[in-house]
């Protein structure tokens, strides 16, 4: 094996983690493959010195990025000394932080290091994910007794983690419709878009759902705006795909309900539950992750935020745990509440301009095309941080620096 070739089997490795880091942290045998993870991405790492790959020039990160994680270095002795005296869960939590400008960096190095095309590594984690979709509903069916519990989601076809998963297909569905769909014949095209389509509905997930719904309505208005973005049998695919894949949910949704009407009413109640959240409907619901959220958010305030000063720069990561089970820890599912705990008014301001930043690159480019491919994933990347703490799950922020990678070696 040539040395390209073995390089490219480690980002193999990792993006193939990043699809299915979601059911490996659900088999028994889970924790064994953890490790095999972070080889990979830390030997890609180590080549990246060796190769001196680390002179990258100031345009690679935007200075968001630069400004957020500069300042996160600027504070680390807080979170190490709250570490020590507290959890080094802790500081695993804040190391994992830096996962994404390290990942952007690992994929903006990628053609250099394997001399393959960055397309290549979008069609392999395609492909991947499209098997992540159809083994998870093999999974769903049938009991293999490999995981730590079968069918864990109460009304989701999912044995990984539905809302990080969720966000990770609709990465790779940006990719593939902006990348991969004008190499694609037209029934391959259908297969795979349907594919994205219903691995995102099997998630039941109110943040896909939005996610997905800009997603479709930003290909749609850049039909109208970049009349060569498709060929004209892709525009067709298209809504056929979308006019197929309702036939098809709706047929599928009344077989659920004639053959196991008792699966059928807990989809229904986990679904219900996300529109009414999504149309505010939904303050007196048990399932209002929204509210549930907020509450993490205000408890950690409380019990933890004494000063002003530790509003303005926070008070690290060191009691953070991401559990219910202690008390005396800090568990937040939303980055933006995570940072304003941990990093203050100071380090969630730098976040947000580091996310207005991304935006921004958006309006400088020339055409429509990048511009949305842009607008796109930072929207994604936006409803990702207010459910889940995005830059901390591997998936998510493995996933956010591919597509962005994908942008910045194209575009910059």
């Known amino acids: 094996m040539q040395k390209g070739q073995l390089i490219h089997f480690l980002y193999v490795i990792t993006v193939f983690f990043m699809v299915f880091d979601g059911v490996r942290s659900r088999l028994v045998f889970g924790a064994i493959l953890s490790p095999l993870r972070d080889i990979a991405w830390v030997a890609l790492l180590g080549i990246c010195l060796i190769n001196n790959r680390f002179r990258v020039s100031s345009r690679a990160f935007n200075i968001g990025i630069w400004l957020f994680f500069g300042y996160l270095a600027l504070f680390s002795s807080v979170s190490v000394v709250g570490a020590i005296f507290n959890s080094f869960f802790g500081l695993t939590i804040f190391l994992k932080y830096f996962q994404f400008p390290i990942f952007l960096l690992l994929f903006l190095n990628y053609e250099h290091l394997t001399n393959f095309p960055y397309e290549k590594l979008i069609r392999i984690t395609v492909r991947l994910m499209v098997l992540f979709v159809y083994v998870n509903i093999i999974f769903f069916t049938v009991d293999f007794h490999i995981f730590d519990r079968f069918r864990p989601w109460y009304g989701r076809i999912s044995h990984g983690y539905p809302t990080m998963d969720c966000i990770t297909l609709c990465y790779g569905l940006i990719l593939y419709l902006f990348s991969n769909v004008k190499n694609d014949s037209k029934m391959k095209f259908i297969f795979v878009f349907f594919t994205f389509l219903l691995g995102i509905g099997m998630q039941v997930t109110g943040t896909g759902s939005v996610a997905l719904l800009f997603i479709l309505l930003g290909v749609f208005i850049l039909f109208i705006l970049d009349k060569h973005f498709f060929l004209e049998n892709k525009r067709k695919s298209m809504v056929l795909v979308l ?95 995570a940072n304003l705990i941990a990093f203050g008014f100071v380090g969630e301001a730098f976040f947000l301009f580091m996310i207005f930043c991304m935006f921004l690159e958006a309006f400088q480019l020339r055409l429509w095309r990048y511009r949305m491919y842009m607008l796109l994933i930072t929207l994604v990347f936006a409803f990702n941080s207010y459910t889940l703490i995005s830059l901390y799950l591997f998936s998510n922020a493995c996933g956010i620096a591919f597509v962005y990678g994908f942008y910045r070696k194209n575009y910059i």
């Open 243 to 337: 006019l197929f894949f309702l036939c098809c949910f709706w047929g599928g949704i009344m077989v659920l309900k004639q053959t196991s009407p008792l699966l059928f009413e807990k989809i229904q109640n986990v679904a219900i539950s996300k529109i009414q959240i999504l149309t505010g409907e939904g303050a007196s619901t048990v399932n209002n992750t929204v509210d549930i959220r907020k509450e993490q958010y205000e408890l950690a305030k409380r019990r933890f935020v004494k000063n002003e000063i530790e509003a303005t720069f926070g008070v690290g990561t060191g009691r953070f745990l991401l559990s219910t089970t202690r008390s005396d820890r800090i568990f937040i599912e939303n980055q933006f509440d």
